[in-house]
């Protein structure tokens, strides 16, 4: 009941914005791009709402399947390219040279795991700065690597980083949209794999999180 009329308002702003129901003078379009970005934003805090709220009710239900994880990062670097694009943000995705191992996982789940930590790269990294993402094996495990030249993440912040609604004061600055729910979500979604993520990161040099699954 919260997603579907945002869907609506969404599809109405999206038909207008697009001049399919007449055309706009400059600033009527301005307008209705400001207030489509805005109800998308909408959008994205209920989604993040809902999927916090699933996990602490223990509705969040998991279907694992055994495989390949590299098209489905490449999928999600697929998704992201225009987004850094945009940003002027050197993008690149690193797969790994050998036939990775195959791992268990929930292929939409992770998919929401690691695009709300690339996501954060982007949005962290200034433009004309990098984002390289990697897949590595190494023993038993398989790391997905997503490095940025960003903001990075004060001293005092990072222990609060994971935490709901938890946002870094200069992450506030810089970007004034976010719910602070990305990384909460993300680390539940891991540890349900079994896995571990780990971050390092020095505040003005950029941040790496690393995503490990057994
Ligand atoms: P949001 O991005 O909506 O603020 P997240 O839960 O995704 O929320 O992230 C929590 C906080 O972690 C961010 O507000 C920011 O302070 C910090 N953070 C996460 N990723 C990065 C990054 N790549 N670079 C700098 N700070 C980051």
């Known amino acids: 009941q919260l997603r579907t009329p945002l869907a609506g308002i ?21 307008l209705m791009e400001k207030t489509f970005r805005t109800a998308e934003h909408m959008a994205d805090l209920v989604n993040d709402l809902l999927d916090a709220s ?15 994880l590299t098209p489905l990062i490449q999928k999600i670097v697929d998704a ?35 695009q709300n930590i690339v996501d954060n790269a982007i ?12 897949l590595r094996p190494e023993k038993s495990s398989l790391f997905l690597i997503v490095e940025d030249t960003g ?3 004060p001293e005092k912040n990072k222990k609060f980083i994971f935490n709901k609604f938890f946002r870094g004061e200069n992450a506030i600055r810089y970007q004034t949209e976010g719910s602070g729910l990305g990384l909460y979500i993300a680390k539940s979604i891991v540890e349900k794999h079994n896995g571990t993520i780990t971050f390092e990161s020095e505040e003005n040099k950029g941040s790496v999180f690393m995503i490990q699954l057994p």
């Open 80 to 114: 992201l390219k225009p987004t850094a694009e945009a940003r002027n943000l050197h993008f690149t995705f690193e797969p790994a040279a050998a036939p990775l191992p195959a791992v268990s996982f929930d292929a939409s789940k992770l998919e929401l795991a690691v």
């Open 54 to 68: 699933r996990i602490e009710e223990g509705r969040f239900g998991y279907t694992f399947l055994t495989g390949d």
């Open 10 to 30: 969404k599809w109405s702003l999206d038909m207008l914005r697009k001049e399919e129901r007449g055309a706009l003078n400059a600033e009527q379009k301005d």
């Open 123 to 134: 949005k962290y990294t200034m433009p004309q700065g990098s984002v390289t993402i990697k």
């Open 151 to 153: 903001i990075g993440i």
